[in-house]
Nanobody, 121 residues
């Protein structure tokens, strides 16, 4: 099983990015999510989406700016990030197969490699 995260990059404050994460090796019907880790900090929850694509959860710091979505036909999850701020700078990780406690990284069985997002002021 592999999760491949991509489309991070360098953007100015106020700009937008759309991260993509495609899974291979199995399909996921449970929660998929995004976490991030800034230098010297813990891995923090960003957003999660249920298997139906309707149930979503967000960290308070990104509500109203980020949107998580998934395409079950492509076995993929996305994170649209608008109005980016310098404090959003981090390595972003996608994760899959959580059933409960989706804001905890320990709830997820599978992880992708990080994709770096850097927001300049």
């Amino acid at each position: 099983v592999q999760l491949q995260a991509s489309w991070g990059g360098l953007v100015q404050a106020g700009g937008s990015l759309r991260l993509s994460c495609e899974a291979s090796g199995r399909t996921f019907s449970s929660y998929m999510g995004w976490f991030r880790r800034a230098p010297g900090k813990e891995r923090d929850f960003v957003a999660a989406v249920g298997g139906d694509g309707v149930r979503t959860y967000y960290a308070d710091s990104v509500k109203g700016r980020f949107t998580i979505s998934r395409d079950n036909a492509k076995n993929a999850v996305y994170l649209r990030m608008n109005n980016l701020k310098p404090e959003d700078t981090a390595a972003y990780y996608c994760a899959a197969a959580a059933r409960v406690g989706v804001q905890s990284p320990y709830a997820y069985d599978y992880w992708g490699q990080g994709t770096q997002v850097t927001v300049s002021s």
